[in-house]
């Protein structure tokens, strides 16, 4: 079972960036495309980012992008999620989730059979 690791969540103040990693190790991260969702209290988890196992297409929900870009180093076997210009909306636990091929839209949670445990991104002065 691929396990991922989240890491790089903080406290941030408004306008300010974070860098998310998602890692693992023992596979092959460059066969899967990765996710990122987020929970924000009191909501449901939303699909944040997407990226295919090259890098070669990336898509974003509405609501983050421009300050958001989300990337992938295969031969560190990590994905990333560089999140500019931050918000007090945008906090939350951030996951990322891993899959071989999507049988719905890239936001669904049940494209995807590997999860990280999250990691808390907090925005506030």
């Known amino acids: 079972q691929l396990q991922l690791v989240e890491s790089g969540g903080a406290l941030v103040q408004p306008g300010g960036s974070l860098r998310l990693s998602c890692a693992t190790s023992?596979?092959?991260?460059?066969?899967?495309?990765i996710a990122w969702f987020r929970q924000a209290p009191g909501k449901e988890r939303e699909g944040v980012s997407f990226?295919?196992?090259?890098?070669?297409?990336?898509l974003y929900a509405d609501t983050v992008k421009g300050p958001f870009t989300a990337s992938r180093d295969n031969a560190r076997n990590t994905a990333y999620l560089q999140m500019n210009n931050l918000k007090p909306d945008d906090t939350g636990i951030y996951y990322c989730?891993?899959?071989?091929?999507?049988?719905?839209?890239?936001?669904?949670?049940?494209?995807?059979?590997?999860w990280g445990q999250g990691t808390q991104v907090t925005v506030s002065s």
């Open positions: 989730a891993a899959a071989w091929s999507l049988s719905t839209g890239w936001a669904e949670e049940n494209n995807y059979p590997s």
């Open positions: 023992g596979f092959n991260l460059r066969v899967y495309n």
């Open positions: 990226i295919t196992p090259w890098g070669t297409n990336t």
